[in-house]
């Protein structure tokens, strides 16, 4: 039986706060959920092909088929990225492209209602430092917008820059730790930031987990193929 609602996180770190942050979400549906890690899948990008104009299924054979099915057969969903050099990381991305298949003709996932999640290691506003968060949120929110889908919200968690784990935060020219944090920072200093530390992400969470179980229940679902 397919999950009512699927989560979907771009984060490469096991157990990171991407994941957390959707899991959340996916508890406070109270529906039937499946949470998907793509770094555990092989999953290519679009290869604009159009081989699936008359089918609405893509043609390359890897994982992306399988979760392509679970997530028109899902009705809502989550979809958690991080960003990288300032814009949403390339799995999410890639996940986001693999969905093109549904829209041909039908539009096999309109109406289909969900969350995005966006953990960025820059914090809103900082001076020198890019929009990081709101680039990637507006990716996917536009992503949504183009398939027709119903867009219920979006969160955004503080999380970690890779140098506070790599051995060389404190020393490296190029430290992350600094260019966020100040000339002065180290990795002590930052610390480790976690989802769990911010009892307003907890809110959020709950509030959308909320939005959707109730998007859901009025309705919400695949479309029929024709």
Known sequence: MAAEVIGISGSPVPHSNTDRAIELILKHTRLTTE???????????????????????????????????????????????????????????????????????????????????????????????????????????????????????????????PCIRCGFGDECELSGVRMIGGADATVASVGVKSLEGDCSLIEAAMELGARLREAVQAGGGPRVRR
């Not at 999410?92 to 492209?97: I, L, Y």
């Not at 549904?102 to 289909?112: D, P, S």
């Not at 949504?144 to 955004?156: K, R």
């Open 35 to 161: 949470f998907v890690k793509l770094s555990e899948l092989d999953v290519e990008p679009c290869r604009a092909c159009l081989a699936c104009v008359k089918t609405n299924r893509c043609v390359t054979e890897d994982d992306g088929q399988v979760l392509a099915e679970k997530f028109r057969a899902a009705k809502g969903f989550v979809l958690g990225g991080y960003t990288p050099y300032s814009s949403l990381d390339a799995r999410t991305k890639t996940f986001m492209e693999r969905m093109y298949c549904f829209r041909h003709k039908t539009g096999l996932n309109r109406g289909k209602p969900g969350v995005s999640v966006v953990t960025t290691a820059c914090p809103a506003g900082a001076e020198g430092l890019p929009p990081a968060a709101r680039t990637a949120q507006s990716q996917i929110a536009f992503w949504i917008t183009e398939e027709q889908m119903a867009d219920l919200g979006s969160m955004v968690v503080l999380g970690n820059v």
